[in-house]
Structure formats: C-alpha cells, structure tokens
C-alpha cells in the first residue's frame, strides 16, 4: 500500500511546473502588498487621495488578482505536486 | 453375578445392540457417551473391561487409552477398540497405545463376545 | 401598498418553502446517485459565500457609512487566503480529507494526539465565539422586518420583534436538523443544506448588485457621477487608519480559515479537491462583486436619507424610501438569505463538535467500555446532534434576547472573528511544524483565549455592564498595565488591534515556548508527521501495534456507529483485501487505522480513538512503530523505485509459491481425511444394521416388541445411510460443474413458503420472524436448489439453536443489485474458531450428533455458487447468522 516515493530529479516538464507553483505561493504576498500601497498615500490637505481613486486601484488590484489565480489554477496541475492522491469525481476549473 | 462391562461409544443404536448382545451372554453393560469425562468415569465404576470408540466427541478414544494406561489403577484393564475407520494406520496406532483389542465397524456379533471371553475370563 | 408586511410574510414563507424544494431536491438526487451537477466547483464555492452574513448584507454598508474603506479588509483578508490555495488550504482540505476530519475541533484535537481535552476546549471557544454571531443574524433579520413594517403605513407598528426573531430560531431548528442530520457521518456531507446555501448566495449576490445597480444609475446618475457623490460625501477622502487596514485584513483572514462554519464549508463538506482550483479565483471574484457597490449605497443613503437613520439598515430602506417596494422585497430576501445560511451552517458545524467532542465522551464515560459492543451508538451520536443544534439556536435567541440587540452590527462580527481567529496558531503551527505538541497548542489557545475574553469580549458589553468601568480605565485593583484596553501601559493603540495584536503575540509565543519545552507522546508525533507532511506520507497513522482485538467486537461496534450495511461493507472488503472470505478481517494495524478513520468521520478523532481503544486494550505505540514512521520518508529517499518495484516483485512471485505449495499439501490431507471421513459416515449405520440383523437372525426368544424396535432401528439407519450416499453423489455432481440448473421465474417468498413447509417450521418449537412485504421479490434462478438452501439454513435453526424459545428471524433487503437473505437464530451463535470450517465437508457445528452427516453447508456453498451467489456466516448478530446472498438481476415488486 506504500505510495511512490518523491521523485529526487526534475525533468524539464516538471521545471516549469515548479516555477508555477512558486509564482502560486508568491500571488498573495503580491496581493498583500498591493493592496498595502494605500497607507503610504498622503492623508490631510489638498493632497489627499479622493476615495474614488482608492475605489478604482483597490478594485483594479483586485480584479487583476482574481485574473492571476485564473491563470495560475489553470495552468498548475496537480500530477508534478509531490504526490498524488486518488480523485474522486471530475476535472478542475 | 456377571462381569463388568462399560461402552463408551457414542451412536445410541450401537450401543443398545452391544448391550442386548452382551446382556444375553451374561454380562452386566453400563454405557457412557462423551469423551470429555471417559477417564473419571471409567476410575468411578471400575469395570473389568472397556469397550472404547475412537470418534468420540469431546475427546478421542485414543487420548483417552493413553490416559488410562498411564494410571497404575487401569494400566492392565483390558481395553476393546471400536472404530469405524478401517485403515491399517488406525490399528498400528491403537496397538502402540496399548489397546488389547482392535476390532473395525461394523463387527460380527460373535466375533465381540469372543474377544471379550477371551480378555475377561469367567 | 397596503399589504407590504403581510406579502413580506408571505414571499418569506414561499421562499423558505423554495429553499426545503432545493434542498429535498438535492438530498435526493445525490441518494439516486445522479448528483453530478451537486458537486460542481461552482457549488463549492458558492457555498464558501456563506462568510458573507446579515453582518455583510447589512453591515457592510453601515460599516462604510462609519468607517469608510475600512470595511473591505474583511474582504480582503479571505481573497488572499483563497490567492495562496496552494501553500494553505490545499493542505488543510487533503488532511481534511485523508483524516476525515469533521470540525476544526477534531482537526486539532486528532492533530495533538486525538486529545479529548484540546477538542473541548476548541469547543467551548467556538460556541462562545459563535453564539453572538448567530445572535446578530436574528437580529439583523428582525430588524429588517421593522424597517419595512415603519415604511407601511397601514400595518400596526411592531409589538414583539421577539416573536419574529423566536419563529426564525425555530424555522432555522427545523430545517437545519432535517437536513443537517439526515447521514450521520459527517463526511457523507449534506447535499441539500449545501445545495441551498449555493442557492441562497445567488439570491443575496442578486439582490445587493440589483440595489447596488438602482443606487449607481437610478439615483446617482451613472457611475462618473456617483464618483464625484462619493468624493464630495464625508468618505471623499482615503482617511483609513494603517494598522487597523494591517490588522483587520489579518483578522479576517485568520478567521476565514478557523470560524467553525467556514471550516465546515471548505474542508468537510468538500467533495473534490480540484474544486479549490476554480473557488481560488471564484471566490474573490464573488468577495469583490459583493463589495463592489457598498459605498455607493453608503454616499447615496447619506445624502438622501433623513439624519439619523440607521446605515446599517440602507440597503433596505433607500429602496423603501424610493418607492421601489419590488426591490425591497428582493433586497429583504437577499439579507434573509444571508443570515439563514449563516446560522444553518454555523448550527450543523457546532453541532458537530458538540456532539462528537463533548456528549459522546461524557455518555461513553458514563456507560463505561461496554457501550460501544451494546448500546446503539448511531442513535446517541443522531440524537446528540439533533439537540446540540437545537441548544445551539437557543443559545442564539437567549443572548439576542438578553443583549436586545442594539450594538452596531460590525462590532459582535470582529468580536467573534477574533475569538475563533485564536485557534490559528495550532491550526497552522499543527499543519506546517512538526514540532508543534499538545501542551504548546494547549498552552497559546488558553493565553489567547484570555486575552481574547478580557481585552475584547469584556469591554464590548460596554463600561459598567460586566466589567466596572473603574476597572476599564485604571486596570483591576488599579494595576494600570493590566487595564483591558492598555495592556502594559500601551495607551493610544485601537482597541481591536490592540486586542488582536496582544492576544495573537501572546497564543503565538506561548504555543511556540510551550511546544520547544515539552516533548511530544508517540501517538501527537505521528499525527504531526501524518499532518505536516501528508502529501508524501502514505495516508495511514500506525497506531495500533499487534492485533489482540477480535474482529467480532470490532464488527459489533462499528455496526452500532454505521450501521450495519456500512459496517459489513467496510469488513468484508478488508477481509476481501487481505485475500480471506467472509467478513472478519484480520485486527492488522493497518485496518484498525483504516476503521478508526472512518469511525471519526461519525464521532470525531478522539472519540474513536478511545472506542478502538476500549476494545483493543490500551494503545500501543512501540518504539518500533515510531521509528518504522519516522525512517519512513528517508528510506523511501534512499532505495530507487526500480529496485523498489523488483524486490516486491520477487516477494510477490515467492508468496504465491509458498501459497501453491500450501495448497497442494492442504489438499492432500483433505483428500485422504475425506475418505477416512467417508468410510467412518458409511460405517456407523452399517454397524448398527449388522448387529440387529443378525440378533434378529439369531431369534431365540425375542418378544415381538424388541423385534419390531429392532427392524425399525434398521430401517432408519438403512435410511441415513441412502441419504448420505444420496448427499455424496449431489455435492460430487455440484463440485464437478455437472449440475443442469433449472432456471425458472417465481417470488421470493414462495420460496421461502415451500422452504418453511418442508421443515415443518412454524408449527414447531421454533418461533419464526419473517417481513412478508420485503418478500415480494421476483427471482430468476433454480428455485428447488434454493429452498435446498433455504430449507438446510432452517433445519440447521431447529437442530441447534437451543434457545429457551427459539426464534429464527429471516430478513430480506436489496443492496446494490444483490438480495440478501439473512436467517439469524438467537441461540449461542457459532464459536469464533470454528466459524471459517462450517461450510467444509464434514463439519459439524457443535458436538452433539444432529443425525447429519454435516455435509449440509457444503452442499448449499456449492449451490449458491452455482447460483451465481454466495452463503456466508455473518458474524456479531444476536445468534447464528447466515447470509444468503443472490444477484438480483430484473429489480421488480412483484404484482
């Protein structure tokens, strides 16, 4: 009943898959930091950002995520993951 | 009063005919039908001859002549074997154990009496 | 106009009564086994909107009215938690998933060594956490209800919003314990309430853009112009607070991932893991599309509402006020929706943990070990659940009453949120450190737990109301560094970042000191090595070393958790895994792991852990085990698969020598104790049909009474001995394939009729059970070599069951294209080590002579094989049991 063991080298198809799952852990950091460049916007006077552009990135930075994780949950497959586990029923996205 | 005779055996039928055919010859038949207690049984009423089943529930016949022979009280009693499996393996057996008699199902009714004549002398 | 409140009652009632449709619907669906479109990824993740609450529909748009911007970080945390799937959730919904994990409580709590003690305490945080929330709900749902009764000029104004707010709590009862207790293994999920809370997250979706929509273009005149509203309202300028922006995103992010409901949605009732791959943009999506439109209600509602109004109410009440009754109502459904699946979830969610985590080790405590072999488990554990969600709904209404609703809707939600945002530490440090132990997770969640109820829960009631407000400002006995919103003098922080901050540093630190300092028991350190590295690790913890269980009791318990269907399933296909027949597999390691996960997905981790155990004895883990575990990563490092795959080849190729040769020997030694067994049957009637024939050749003075006894004993063992001969021949034909079958149509119960009418049962001593209507089966097979079987099975009842009053119950049920018959005596049963010999040649059950020649089940093996079926000896029933088991190939009632 033992699983396969981890496969201790890459091949080239799997490389790409690697860097995939980097850019995947890196998205919410980015995100994170996005969504963090309001704070350094000037708060008094004249200066200060009027709330429809704040409305306009934030929402942008967050459609633009959702459009990242599109791509990115599409492209990952779970075959070159350490391992794999029986599934159950269909497909992905 | 005739000698002691006790069938352990365990097919009621077997039994009522040893017992008819041993009754009219003169002796005094007592039965038992188990082999877990055979032994006790057999050291309780003190026959002068045991005739012995080999497939007897609770315990074979043969564990249970091993028994017997290893008890000073019964070592020599004499010991009929009954069985009804007729390989020549089962007699050698029986004769290593001690049986004094080996006879195989079924059996002549005379064939019985005689061997017992023989074992227990009036 | 004027039956504004009367149609609101209505369209309610038609729109719960939609909501059970769906979810009867679905419960359906998913039985008949067509429930494809039930576990789509847009289900899933539609029903991850229930993080979307009253608080959301309502709140959010007074949040913005308050606060401005601030309320997107509570949508902003779950967005990146659902961005990083691959780091985070992928790895809590596999362990989710290969654990059977059935509540953040059981996930911790099998985490840590299966602690009882971490579970209830989980527990209890939760109920605490969650019961204002649940509170909120009813509130936010009779608040509604007055908002549009005030804007009907004909209704009387509302006396008791309690009576609405009880009639919810009630309705919700009902329908959560219909559908949320329908299975009662946690993992069987719950197609119907997921089903309708998909459905509900479309209509609060709906509902807010529809407002949203009227707002942008029907008052504000287009999104350019609704802009320039905003900049010139009081939120025109981005005013928001950076660490309360830092700290709420965080907060809210944690909670996404421990709020008992959430955990529910995304990890229980998770059907597929692929189905996190679409909710990870989905979702986000879905967050961004729900907040999109908050501020323009805001700025809209501001303007043209009279001062004083409640923000928290707008999305109701700018329609209202607009005139659009339409919207209204639709915009009153989308906020119902939005509670309703909130608190059905919440129930079922906390419901479970209670049952599994607090009423099942109080009741297996009180009824000692002896329980788990004779009480029945599966109605305890329903029962439980069925209460907990019921307690759970009147802890809701008692603290909505008790509180009379009031403080602003955003203030309980980020209370709860950082209440159930304390288990993060364990969770994470438990999934991500193998380091992490028991007392470290003990430890951070008791600190957290604290710091949680004294600088947030506490002073949330207000001054003076729990907390003295002496006490608030100057620190109890005046020790100003313990003052609940200053902690060591810290003065000037907001008082929910505070709270946040200090309550997480302190669980963090003391989770992380606590698990440096103290070392780990076997069992928390495989469970951690299990956890951390569940995606190499072959999915089973070896918790139980050397088998001195007896599959029968295991059998037993587990048909009393199950079910017996389940439980006879899942024993007969270890038993078919591990190559034996029949349904008592070997007590292996691996099996008691196997069935102790599945026991959990009913009862949770801890509790099954403690049934195995009361059966096994107590739990040994060896040193071995551990080691065997802990090497187990390096060594699969170490050998190439190659030589892997060739060395079990050879294994392989070797056992099934050694199998070969084990047979051949076998079956010489059957063959020559079949024919001594032969000979011994022929001879013993011969015997006694010598002897009396020859005592009556003999005569001499027989009486013709012994005569005719002894003519009659001839005849009768003449008799056993043609019946013998007569069994030899049928099974030698049967054995050697050369039966002719004679497939004929007929009914089960005829059959059955003709089987009873044979043996003369049910005129007898034996006392018969029988179910007429599951009878009524259409059969197609050799009906007279069935009743043989049939007729065997009760002759056998007669001869042995040796009962006071002797019953035999026959049952007959269908299961997956195949008819089992059952025949269950309540006599002594069939000891355990002769249970596997009963169907040999020659075997007889007990010592006593029966008159047969103990071929009986070996013929009806034979027969049933030759039936395409199967007979087996079905084990820890009330008696002897045996199982008739035949393919049911046209499925018909009959006429």
Same mark, same amino acid.
């Given at each position: 009943m033992s699983e396969k063991p981890a496969p201790l080298f890459l091949e080239r198809r799997s490389y790409r898959q690697r860097r995939l799952m980097d850019a995947a852990r890196l998205a919410p950091l980015l995100a994170a930091i996005l969504w963090a460049v309001p704070l350094l916007w000037p708060r008094q006077g004249d200066e200060a950002m009027p709330t429809s552009t704040s409305i306009i990135y934030i929402f942008g930075v967050w459609l633009a995520m959702v459009g990242v994780s599109l791509v990115l949950s599409r492209r990952?497959?779970?075959? !070159? !993951?350490d391992t794999t586990t029986p599934r159950d029923g269909g497909g992905g996205a | 009063m005739g000698k002691h005779v006790l069938v352990i055996e365990d097919e009621p039928n077997i039994i009522e005919a040893i017992s008819f055919i041993l009754s009219r010859d003169g002796w005094r038949v007592d039965s038992h039908s188990n082999g877990h207690d055979a032994v006790e049984v057999v050291l309780a009423k003190a026959p002068d001859l045991v005739i012995l089943d080999v497939m007897l529930p609770g315990r074979s016949g043969y564990e249970i002549l091993t028994d017997l022979r290893a008890r000073p009280e019964t070592a020599r009693l004499p010991v009929l074997m009954l069985t009804a499996r007729g390989q020549s393996k089962d007699r050698e057996l029986a004769e290593r154990l001690g049986a004094s008699r080996f006879m195989t199902k079924p059996f002549s009714n005379a064939d019985v009496l005689e061997a017992l004549r023989e074992l227990v002398p009036a | 106009m004027t039956a504004t409140l009367n149609l609101l009652v209505a369209v309610c009632l038609g729109y719960v009564a939609f909501l059970f449709l769906v979810a009867f619907a679905a419960e359906r669906a998913a039985l008949r086994g067509q429930g494809g479109w039930l576990r789509s990824p847009l289900v899933y993740t539609l029903s991850l909107s229930i993080y979307c609450t009253a608080w959301t529909f309502y709140g959010a748009v007074g949040y913005a009215a308050r606060s401005g911007l601030e309320f997107l970080t509570i949508y902003l945390g779950p967005t990146l938690v659902m961005i990083g799937w691959w780091w985070g959730l992928r790895k809590l919904v596999r362990i989710g998933r290969t654990q059977r994990v059935t509540s953040v409580a059981d996930l911790i709590s099998s985490r840590y060594g299966k602690s009882t003690l971490l579970a209830v305490f989980v527990t209890l945080i939760a109920v605490i956490g969650t019961t204002p929330y649940i509170a909120l709900q009813l509130q936010s749902v009779t608040a509604s209800f007055a908002s549009i009764a005030q804007a009907d000029p004909n209704a009387a104004p509302l006396e008791d919003t309690r009576q609405i707010a009880l009639s919810v709590a009630v309705g919700l009862a009902l329908f959560t314990i219909l559908f949320g207790t329908r299975n009662l293994d946690a993992n069987e999920r719950h197609h119907g309430v997921v089903m309708a809370i998909a459905v509900e997250a479309v209509v609060k979706l709906f509902a807010l853009m529809a407002v949203g929509v009227f707002v942008v273009w029907g008052i504000g005149g287009g999104p350019a112009q609704t802009l320039a509203r905003i900049d010139a309202s009081q939120m025109g300028q981005w005013q928001v607070d950076g660490m309360r922006w830092g700290g709420l995103t965080f907060l809210s992010a944690a909670a996404f991932l421990t709020l008992p409901r959430m955990f529910q949605v995304l990890v229980v009732e998770n059907e597929d893991e692929q189905h996190l791959r679409t909710a990870s943009w989905a979702f986000p999506l879905y967050l961004l599309l729900i907040s999109l439109f908050v501020v323009p209600i805001a700025v809209v509602g501001l303007e043209i509402m009279p001062a004083g109004s409640n923000p928290d109410q707008f999305v109701l009440t700018v329609p209202l006020a607009q005139g659009q009754d339409t919207l209204a109502m639709l915009s009153f459904l989308g906020g119902f929706s939005s509670a309703t699946s909130m608190v059905i979830v919440a129930a079922i969610a906390l419901a479970t943990m209670v049952s599994n985590h607090i009423v099942m080790p109080i009741w297996l405590n009180l009824t000692g070990g002896g329980a788990v072999m004779s009480g029945d488990v599966r109605n305890v554990v329903i029962t439980a659940r069925r209460l907990s969600i019921a307690g759970v709904l009147a802890l809701g209404y008692v603290y909505y009453q008790m509180s009379g609703g009031g403080a602003a809707l955003a203030a309980i939600g980020l209370v709860s949120f950082a209440g159930v945002a304390q288990f993060l530490p364990a969770l994470l440090g438990g999934i991500l450190w193998r380091g992490a132990t028991r007392a470290g997770a003990l430890a951070g969640l008791s600190t957290g737990f604290v710091l949680w109820v004294w600088c947030m829960l506490l002073p949330s009631f207000g001054a003076d109301v729990v907390i003295p407000g002496t006490v608030l400002a100057e620190g109890p006995w005046g020790m100003g560094w313990l003052r609940p919103q200053a902690l060591f003098g810290i003065a000037g922080l907001d008082p929910t970042v505070h709270a946040v901050l200090w309550s997480m540093l302190f669980n963090t630190g003391g989770f992380v000191i606590a698990s440096l300092l103290t070392f780990p028991s076997p069992l928390e350190r495989l469970q951690g090595a299990q956890f951390v590295n569940v995606f190499q690790h072959s999915a089973r913890p070896q918790n139980w070393a050397g088998g001195t269980a007896q599959s029968e009791d295991l059998i037993v318990m587990a048909q009393r958790i199950l079910g017996p269907a389940q439980a006879q399933a899942l024993f007969q296909d270890e038993a078919q895994r591990q190559g034996l027949a029949g349904y008592l597999p070997e007590p292996t390691p691996d099996f008691l792991a196997r069935l102790e996960r599945e026991l959990s997905g009913s009862v949770g981790a801890a509790t099954a852990h403690a049934m195995v155990g009361q059966i096994m004895g107590a739990a040994t883990v060896s040193v071995e085990d551990l080691l065997a575990v802990a090497d187990e990563t390096a060594q699969m490092m170490e050998y190439s698969s190659q030589l892997e795959t060739k060395s079990e080849e050879l294994a392989r190729t070797a056992r099934q020598l050694r199998a070969a040769n084990e047979k051949l020997t076998q079956i010489s030694v059957q063959k020559d104790a079949f024919l001594s067994q032969i000979s011994h049957e022929l001879r013993t009637p011969m015997t006694s049909i010598r002897a009396f024939s020859e005592i009556l050749r003999d005569g001499g003075g027989l009486g013709s009474q012994a005569q005719s006894k002894y003519a009659g004993i001839i005849h009768d063992e003449a008799i056993r001995l043609t019946r013998l001969l007569d069994d030899l021949l049928d099974l030698s034909v049967l054995e050697n394939g050369q039966v002719n079958l004679n497939i004929r149509t007929g009914i089960l119960s005829a059959v059955i009729d003709h089987a009873v009418a044979a043996t003369g049962a049910g005129h007898g001593l034996l006392k018969l059970h029988r179910r007429r209507a599951d009878e009524e089966v259409t059969l197609e097979t050799d009906l007279d070599r069935l009743a043989q079987v049939f007729i065997n099975l009760i002759a056998n009842a007669q001869k042995y069951?040796?009962?006071?009053e002797p019953e035999l119950t026959i049952a007959v049920q269908a299961r997956d294209g195949r008819l089992l018959v059952d025949f269950i005596d309540n006599g002594p049963g069939i000891p355990r080590q002769v249970q596997s010999v009963v169907f040999e040649k020659f075997s007889r059950v007990s010592d006593q002579k029966a008159g047969g020649a103990g071929l009986g089940l070996a013929i009806c093996r034979e027969i049933m094989a030759r039936l395409d079926g199967t007979i087996a000896y079905l084990p820890g029933q009330s008696g002897a049991a045996f199982r008739v088991t035949l393919p049911l190939s046209q499925r018909m009632a009959a006429q």
């Open positions: 990952l497959t779970e075959a !070159d !993951d | - | 069951c040796d009962a006071a």
